[in-house]
């Protein structure tokens, strides 16, 4: 081991040489220097606003649904790389991959029979995209290659993916007119409990109807949209768009990677509406936070579409692709969620939010309190003042990253209900100071 850097220099390196998410370089806003990390708490190097220790309301971005340094996941971890960390995909294989696709099959929608190992979110939704371009192509309609999808949406980061975020006030406004120009219906209305709105119905089969000859998939999140807004919506759009999207030979995609694995309540939110997409895109908690890996799961009418094309492969495949340490972790982390009643965990916590939460209600400056399953989101009627609002959780003890408007939170599901209560006390402290 190198001899540790004492936290003033590496603060000082970070600033001089390191890029962090969605900043500028050098950065503005000082990081908090973690040093480890263990169950729901984060070992902070020194002390800030008093507390060295911070419970995480972030489950490092939706991840880390079993909390950090899990027994078991470190175990998958130890035995695999003891085993080999790595190897190439093309002309091997290996049984962390082929366990993990098997039951990535199990568990999701029926129809979704085979699965394409991805090194990030972001990289499966490009790959889904492939898929859904590559399938009309090899069917002889290569005019159906652009995208439907609901304002208010959150796909990624590479190329294909900021072209279906929301097109308005989101990260990726800047690209506009660099990017691929896809066809956005307005964002679904609010509310899981909502009855759909028929007006809006009609609006969503008009535009895939209209659209039809140049469509390839509609792309959504189902039920909660995510990084672009922290919205829920009726379960029933999805079946709306299930029907349309059959109706006018549209394929269906959707990305689960902030849904998956039963942050909203169910093991994936397209059960919610009790309907299978054609392409499905899985991460973040995939590997329980603790490595980079997702997947593009599709029918066999895709795959078989795409085989049968002129070019008959799906030309894709990235260095890291079925990374064998990130895939034996995914295996565990899978069967530790499916080992216990994890919907009784998050219906824990969602009852724990609902009750935690209320209070911010009256709180001056909020608009909105929602809460389904593990989210709970406090809406505020002005931009957030992201310093301030951090400074106040961390002076409750909690690790929180607030954007735009939004306060909200996604704890671990092992998160106990003292410190739930304590998450929504710092939620209700950002809200008041930021
Ligand atoms: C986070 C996220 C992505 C991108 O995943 P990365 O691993 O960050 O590339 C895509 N879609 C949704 C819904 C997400 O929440």
């Known amino acids: 081991m190198p001899e540790p850097l004492p936290p003033g220099e590496l603060l000082s390196l970070d600033r001089q040489h390191v890029w962090h998410p969605y900043g500028p370089m050098p950065g503005t806003a000082a990081p908090l220097l973690v040093e480890s990390a263990s169950g729901v708490r984060l070992r902070l190097a020194e002390p800030v606003e008093g507390q060295d220790e911070l419970v995480d309301g972030m489950s490092s971005w939706w991840s880390a649904v079993h909390g950090y340094n899990h027994p078991v996941l470190n175990d998958a971890a130890r035995g695999q790389l003891e085993r080999m960390s790595h190897v190439m995909f093309g002309g091997l294989t290996h049984e962390p991959a082929v366990r993990l696709a098997k039951r990535l099959v199990d568990i999701s929608p029926e129809p979704l029979q085979h699965v394409f190992l991805a090194d990030s979110g972001s990289v499966s939704v490009e790959v889904a995209v492939k898929m859904c371009l590559q399938y009309w192509r090899s069917l002889g309609k290569p005019r159906k290659q652009r995208l439907l999808t609901w304002r208010g949406g959150y796909h990624g980061d590479t190329w294909q993916p900021m072209s279906v975020c929301d ?126 890996l997702a997947a593009t799961l599709c029918t066999t009418a895709v795959a078989d579409g795409i085989s049968r094309g002129a070019l008959p492969v799906l030309a894709h495949g990235p260095t890291f692709m079925g990374n064998p340490l990130a895939a034996a972790v995914a295996d565990a982390s899978i069967s530790l969620l499916l080992s216990q009643d994890w919907g009784q965990e998050v219906k824990r916590i969602e009852t724990g939010l609902r009750n935690g939460l209320a209070p911010a209600a009256d709180i001056p400056g909020v608009r909105e309190v929602r809460v389904l399953g593990a989210i709970g989101v406090v809406q505020l009627d002005h931009e957030v003042d992201m310093a301030a609002a951090t400074r106040a959780a961390v002076r409750e003890g909690v690790w929180l990253r607030p954007f735009r408007d939004l306060i909200y939170t996604m704890p671990p599901y092992i998160t106990g209900d003292d410190d739930v209560a304590r998450v929504c006390a710092a939620v209700c402290a950002a809200a008041r100071e930021g």
């Not at 006030?169 to 691929?180: F, I, K, S, T, Y």
């Not at 694995?261 to 509406?273: C, D, K, S, Y």
């Open 167 to 292: 097109p308005d006030g989101g990260m990726h406004e800047l690209w506009q007119g660099a990017l691929p120009r896809q066809v956005f219906a307005d964002a679904p209305p609010a509310g899981f409990d909502a009855a759909p709105d028929e007006a809006y119905t009609a609006h969503l089969r008009e535009l895939i109807g209209r659209h039809a000859e140049e469509l390839a998939a509609v792309i959504v999140e189902p039920v909660v949209q995510g990084a672009g807004g922290m919205s829920f919506h009726s379960p029933g759009y999805l079946r709306v768009l299930r029907e349309a999207c059959d109706e006018h030979g549209v394929l269906l995609v959707f990305d689960e990677i902030a849904t998956g694995f039963g942050r909203t309540g169910a093991l994936f939110a397209a059960e919610h509406a009790g309907v299978a997409p054609d392409v499905m895109c899985l991460g973040k908690a995939l590997t329980g936070g603790y490595l980079t």
